[in-house]
């Protein structure tokens, strides 16, 4: 009896989750905070080898969808860009002998999507269009010990890089969750992928004074960082919204 008691109270609470009250003709107007996750919980999710990611400023972005038929909502979305800090243990050659601070500000992401949702459940799939503005980047490499490998060679030198992304539009997919009461206020989560990311421009490379370094292992240390995706125009989404009629 208490297996039963408790199997239907899973089920009560998962409810609001699965079922959906959707209804053609409403407009969602919602409000994106995701930048504000990523200041929060941004370092328990980088990858391993980042010892830091600070968020030193974030805007909220918006969305605006129209639930077309009860399974079908077309959205157009607008993500300020962010002022990042990434810092790691980094290195040019195959060795990593010295530390790298990235500091990026990543361009406005924009898109619209249609999102197909799944019967009644509130999960959904997309395909869309997604346009990237241009990212900035600004490193700061400094050596660890006498030395830093460039290329082939080892120089007495720590290095400041400047380079940017490319503004692109590409095809996307799309895959969340949209929580989407008849009136009132509604919960979202989500990610719009780009089909290809952006190229990067040359990057600019300023070793110490007087420090020569061979043409190149120049051309090693620039070609290394253009390869480099520090940072990616992958949409996420999460917030909250107010359904219309």
């Given at each position: 009896m208490r297996?039963r008691?408790?199997s239907?109270a899973m089920?009560?609470?998962t409810?609001?989750?699965?079922?959906?009250?959707?209804?053609?003709g409403a407009?969602?107007?919602?409000?994106?905070?995701?930048?504000?996750?990523?200041?929060l919980?941004?370092n328990a999710?980088?990858?391993?080898?980042?010892?830091?990611?600070?968020?030193?400023?974030?805007?909220?972005?918006?969305?605006?969808a129209?639930?077309?038929?009860?399974?079908?909502?077309?959205a157009?979305?607008?993500?300020p860009?962010?002022h990042?800090?990434l810092?790691?243990?980094?290195?040019?050659?195959?060795?990593?002998?010295?530390?790298?601070a990235?500091?990026?500000?990543?361009g406005?992401?924009?898109?619209?999507e249609a999102?197909?949702?799944?019967?009644?459940?509130?999960?959904?799939?997309?395909?869309?269009?997604?346009?990237a503005?241009p990212?900035?980047y600004?490193?700061?490499?400094?050596?660890?010990?006498?030395?830093?490998?460039?290329?082939?060679?080892?120089?007495?030198?720590?290095?400041?890089?400047?380079w940017?992304?490319?503004?692109?539009?590409?095809?996307?997919?799309?895959?969340?969750?949209?929580?989407?009461?008849?009136?009132?206020?509604?919960?979202?989560?989500?990610?719009?992928?780009?089909?290809?990311?952006?190229?990067?421009?040359?990057?600019?490379?300023?070793?110490?004074?007087?420090?020569?370094?061979?043409p190149?292992?120049?051309?090693?240390?620039a070609?290394?960082?253009?390869r480099?995706?520090?940072?990616?125009?992958?949409?996420?989404?999460?917030?909250?919204?107010?359904?219309?009629?």
């Amino acid at each position: 009896m208490r297996l039963r008691s408790v199997s239907l109270a899973m089920v009560a609470a998962t409810a609001p989750l699965t079922a959906q009250e959707r209804t053609a003709g409403a407009v969602l107007l919602q409000v994106d905070v995701a930048g504000l996750f990523i200041r929060l919980a941004g370092n328990a999710l980088a990858d391993a080898s980042v010892d830091r990611l600070t968020v030193r400023r974030w805007r909220p972005g918006l969305t605006v969808a129209y639930q077309w038929r009860q399974q079908v909502q077309v959205a157009v979305y607008v993500k300020p860009g962010l002022h990042l800090l990434l810092e790691e243990r980094y290195g040019f050659g195959d060795v990593k002998d010295g530390r790298a601070a990235v500091d990026h500000v990543t361009g406005a992401i924009m898109g619209a999507e249609a999102r197909f949702f799944v019967r009644s459940t509130g999960f959904y799939g997309g395909l869309g269009l997604h346009h990237a503005r241009p990212t900035r980047y600004d490193l700061v490499f400094r050596r660890d010990g006498a030395t830093m490998r460039a290329g082939t060679r080892d120089y007495p030198t720590d290095l400041v890089a400047s380079w940017s992304s490319r503004s692109r539009t590409t095809p996307s997919m799309s895959a969340g969750y949209s929580m989407t009461p008849r009136r009132g206020l509604g919960l979202f989560a989500g990610v719009s992928v780009p089909m290809g990311f952006p190229r990067q421009s040359p990057a600019t490379l300023r070793f110490d004074p007087g420090i020569p370094v061979d043409p190149a292992d120049q051309r090693a240390v620039a070609s290394a960082i253009e390869r480099e995706l520090f940072y990616g125009p992958v949409a996420f989404h999460l917030g909250f919204g107010l359904s219309v009629r």
